[in-house]
């Protein structure tokens, strides 16, 4: 018998998972939270995401202490690392952050379970447990996230082939790394070990870095990764990687295998789907594990929804979080939507990438008839004074209506500065429209607005 009764259960306390519960409970239902790991937050806030970023930044200004600053006037000598305190300081960073949400929970009156959740049949959340603690519920929300992904022949052992997991609390810098997967993870994780002294390697199997990005902007980012020291190896089919002694060994389709102290595997994530009791209910993931959701996040099982990285689509934190809100209101007032056209993507290396929209090569392939603006950071004078003046900005519009299909940006505050772009477009703003704008001088928003001048053809400062 079902120890107590919730108009809503949440499986996962992820950004998907503690957001939905929190709007959940402003809107006021009674809402119980299960999630297996004493902190909440999910694999974002506590190995993901936010670690990530702390030592995105850590090692941004030792890099900047170690080479950057003479060039400012201000001379330092005797830089050194200590790897400890930096990853102290992430370490502190996360606890605080994750103490938040318990904060809220506790504000909000969520009653949080510890456990594995998993459906027990329809209306019913068993926590696993000695014994199972069983909950009935109105309505549940499956908030499960991801992990990381692995391809075969490649098996992870936590030690010389590892995933982010073990890269975000590596003891030692290591002499060689090699990072398989130049997507969003290889790259910044792969910046973070550069910048603090590991020659990085990246090897990928298609032809370009960051897939998905547009063409133009992601071959002037692989540039400048490799001013950095980033060394690609693309085009390269992996076939195996292993441990050998202490070092990793990855061998690669036609060529000599490489040699590395670590190997990461940043190949992409996969959604938590195993052991949710999907069965008891009738739900059948995809042949990807996906489980398949409609336009209001509804399974096929009546009262069981789903947000966030387990239904597919972009695999991004802050997308998981709003559409848990949207299924959350919805289930409240009747409405809520997603628009995943104006869902922004960013990457945190220097200098940050960030975009919103469609790519040229998508307009190209729809046969939609578009026009191209672009303005380089170094006509700007903010990115010039801070001596970042390395990127390019992007915007695409509708050749016939001018309304903005895609803005993309590679340079310094990148992901600050695309909310403006994807305001833009939530509210079907036209390039005109961004151009036209009073932008602050002198400001990095500014290469924004010239990027949309130059649409028409005619930027002030190009």
């Not at 009674?30 to 995401?49: D, I, N, S, Y």
């Amino acid at each position: 018998m079902a120890s107590e009764r919730f108009d809503l259960v949440v499986i996962g306390a992820g950004p998907a998972g503690y957001v939905g519960a929190i709007r959940a409970a402003q809107l006021g239902m009674k809402v119980a939270c299960v999630e297996r790991e004493p902190a909440l937050g999910g694999v974002c806030l506590r190995v993901g995401c936010i670690p990530t970023k702390a030592l995105l930044e850590s090692s941004e200004r030792f890099a900047e202490a170690s080479h950057d600053l003479a060039g400012h006037g201000v001379k330092v000598g005797g830089v050194t690392l200590d790897l400890e305190a930096m990853m102290a300081r992430k370490d502190g960073i996360v606890t605080n952050l994750t103490r938040g949400i318990d904060f809220l929970f506790q504000k909000w009156k969520i009653k949080r379970y510890l456990g594995d959740g998993r459906l027990g049949g329809e209306g019913l959340v068993q926590v696993s447990g000695d014994p199972v603690v069983e909950l009935a519920a109105d309505k549940v929300l499956i908030a499960t996230g991801s992990s990381s992904a692995t391809i075969k022949g490649v098996e992870p052992d936590g030690d010389r082939v590892i995933t982010s997991t073990e890269a975000l609390a590596l003891a030692e810098v290591p002499g060689r790394l090699l990072v398989i997967g130049a997507g969003v993870i290889g790259l910044e994780l792969g910046s973070v070990w550069a910048r603090l002294g590991s020659e990085v390697t990246v090897v990928e199997y298609l032809d370009r870095i960051l897939p998905g990005v547009d063409g133009q902007v992601a071959k002037l980012a692989k540039r400048l990764f490799g001013r950095q020291g980033l060394k690609f190896r693309l085009g390269a089919r992996v076939r195996s990687a292993r441990a050998q002694g202490a070092q990793g060994v990855v061998e690669i389709d036609g060529a000599e295998p490489l040699v590395a102290d670590r190997v990461l595997v940043a190949v992409g994530r996969r959604p938590n789907t195993d052991g949710l009791g999907l069965e008891s209910v009738g739900i059948d993931v995809d042949s990807r594990g996906f489980i398949p959701v409609d336009e209001r996040f509804a399974t096929r099982a009546p009262g069981v929804f789903a947000v966030g990285d387990v239904i597919g689509g972009p695999m991004l934190a802050h997308a998981a979080s709003h559409e848990a809100v949207a299924c959350v209101e919805r289930l409240a007032t009747g409405w809520g939507h997603v628009n995943r056209e104006a869902t922004p993507w960013v990457v945190y290396t220097d200098p940050e990438l960030a975009f919103v929209g469609r790519t040229e090569e998508q307009l190209v392939s729809a046969g939609v008839p578009y026009r191209s603006g672009t303005f380089f950071f170094k006509g700007n004078g903010r990115a010039v004074t801070l001596g970042r003046s390395d990127g390019i900005v992007k915007v695409l519009a509708h050749a016939d209506t001018d309304r903005l299909l895609g803005v993309h940006i590679l340079g310094p505050r990148a992901g600050d500065l695309i909310s403006e772009a994807v305001a833009a477009m939530e509210l079907g703003a036209s390039s005109e429209d961004l151009a036209r704008f009073c932008h602050p001088y002198p400001s990095l928003s500014e290469a924004l607005m010239e990027a949309a001048l130059a649409v028409d053809g005619h930027p002030i400062h190009a």
